[in-house]
């Protein structure tokens, strides 16, 4: 069985890790690689090593950053079957939407290509007699990123390449669940020519990132993951003295009003409900059936669920994947029984699904809930699978109170032909990222990514220029550039008379 190894100044290493965490294959459920589990002395050795290059990659110009920017990005588009299969193997998802992802994430590379511009400062002209004040940024110095498994190339890419590019150094600490993208990154980054200890990766659980977390040569924390995970990182990172982003979980509701074209808007909650088996934090897992959209909704999202081929990611038949470990399954499934036992109507049960010739898979079919309410666990937990939950309210102010009663506050979505509904919508609800007849408006890399409440915790966004803000700060410089010969002899005149 091949051990997955930590990338350290430029090359794959042991150091010194002696724990082991499997890998599996969510499609066979059997266990395919192990991967290695940093103690704090590895971490300490990414961190030294990072330390050190950062000594010359501040230093670095910014044409030379970009260069090796550029060359990466094509290394990603060069590699992207390669990855892509990479991806599917060890999370699950169809390779299709692993090569989706790769090219959300290769788009925050492409705004780290023109880091000149961002980077730009700014300057006033005599803003007093003879003075000038200009500002520009600097890096901070070692960066650390911890992320979670449902984005493995993408999640870290709206990291890396804005840090890297800013002159920071970096060390990741991937999912243990699905490592092995990270340490391609790794590859294509020294391909691309990034010198060695810029970009590390240690592999490994909760007492690799709480290392890293109290490290005194650690500036900054970038953290994507569960909110109470989030809220931990957050708290003892500050606690530390570093800054710190840390974005947490969703429960992303998508409303259909009345007068919305039904079948393109179920068209869209159903990709965005099951795509990657509901595994991804803008993935919409309730839909708000306004008034008389309700039954009628509920039918026809009903036959396409029931619609979705479900199968081995690597199979392109296969439109949904199975989910990324056996306790994640029994998890839905048991979210799935509770909806049940608490009064919803289980109108698509995904929970008995076997895929022929992959029976020991971690497969839940499709699951649609209907009637779900909000003292009800379907509606308050994030399921994060491919569960469905319809809740039916009268009115478009219903709708936007139950979203904005909501503990999360990461994406949501509104389906109508009304442009008036739309704009008090988007105006009124308290949510940071909002799709109108858009089902998952994830922002362009040239914006930033973020939710509002318990789906961020602290108040920085990621990538974008909200990440050039955080992984740089900034110094103003007043000057005065007396005229030396002038001075002197107003100074004898002076002395004359
Ligand atoms: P997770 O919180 O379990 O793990 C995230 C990272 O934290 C991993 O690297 C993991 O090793 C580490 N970790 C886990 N438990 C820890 C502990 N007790 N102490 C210290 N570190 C710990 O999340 P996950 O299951 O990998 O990913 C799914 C979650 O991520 C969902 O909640 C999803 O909504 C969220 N997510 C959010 C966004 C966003 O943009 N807001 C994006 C992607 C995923």
Not at 147 to 172: E, K, Q, R, S, Y
Not at 323 to 336: E, F, K, N, S, Y
Not at 341 to 355: E, F, I, M, Y
Request: glycine content about 10%; some cysteine; charged content about 20%.
């Amino acid at each position: 069985m091949s051990t997955i190894e930590h990338w350290i100044n430029g090359t794959a290493t042991s150091a010194g890790s002696t724990r082991t965490g499997p890998v599996f294959n969510p499609a066979t459920g059997a266990q395919q690689s192990e991967v290695l589990l940093a103690d704090a002395a590895d971490v300490d050795t990414a961190v030294s090593a990072a330390s050190k290059a950062f000594e010359t990659w501040a230093d670095s110009s910014l044409t030379q950053r970009q260069r090796i920017m550029f060359r990466f990005r094509e290394l990603l588009v060069q590699h992207e079957d390669e990855l892509a299969k990479l991806i599917s193997s060890e999370h699950g998802k169809v390779v299709e939407d692993a090569r989706g992802e790769i090219v959300r994430g290769r788009e925050v590379v492409e705004y780290a290509c023109g880091i000149a511009d961002a980077l730009k400062g700014s300057f006033s002209d005599q803003v007093s007699s003879g003075i000038d004040v200009h500002n520009f940024r600097q890096p901070l110095g070692v960066c650390a990123g911890i992320t979670p498994f449902n984005f493995p190339i993408m999640v870290p890419c709206w990291m890396h390449p804005i840090a890297i590019a800013t002159g920071n150094t970096f060390v990741l600490k991937p999912s243990e669940r699905d490592p092995s993208a990270s340490n391609f990154v790794a590859k294509l980054y020294a391909e691309a020519g990034l010198p060695d200890g810029v970009f590390n990766v240690v592999h490994g659980d909760k007492t690799a990132v709480d290392t890293l977390l109290d490290h005194p040569d650690i500036a900054a924390v970038s953290f994507v993951g569960s909110t109470p995970i989030a809220r931990y990182v957050h708290e003892k990172a500050t606690a530390s003295g570093k800054r710190v982003q840390a974005l947490g979980g969703a429960k992303n509701h998508a409303v259909v009003l009345p007068d919305a074209d039904l079948e393109f808007a179920a068209n869209h909650l159903t990709a965005a409900a099951f795509g990657s088996a509901g595994q991804r934090c803008m993935a919409v897992s309730v839909g708000v059936a306004v008034g008389e959209a309700g039954d009628a909704l509920v039918d026809v999202l009903k036959d396409k669920a029931n619609d979705i081929t479900v199968g081995p990611g690597d199979d392109p038949a296969s439109e949904m994947g199975p989910l990324v470990t056996r306790d994640a399954r029994q998890r839905v499934i048991d979210a799935v029984a509770t909806g049940q036992t608490q009064g919803a109507d289980v109108v698509v049960d995904g929970r008995d699904l076997t895929v022929n010739g992959y029976e020991d898979g971690f497969w839940v079919g499709p699951s649609l809930l209907d009637r779900v309410t909000p003292d009800m666990a379907a509606y308050q937990d994030e399921i994060f699978g491919p569960v469905l939950a319809v809740a039916r309210v009268e009115t478009v102010d219903e709708a936007i109170a139950l979203i904005n009663n909501n503990p999360y506050g990461n994406g949501t979505a509104l389906f109508t032909s009304s442009g008036a509904a739309a704009r008090k919508f988007q105006r009124e609800v308290h949510v940071g990222m909002i799709g109108i007849n858009v089902p998952i408006p994830v922002p362009m890399s040239y914006y930033s990514f973020g939710g509002w409440k318990d789906s961020l915790i602290g108040d920085s966004p990621i990538h974008g220029p909200d990440g050039v803000r955080f992984y740089t700060r900034t110094k103003t410089v007043t000057t005065r550039w007396p005229d030396v010969q002038r001075s002197a002899k107003d100074a004898a005149t002076a002395l004359h008379f």
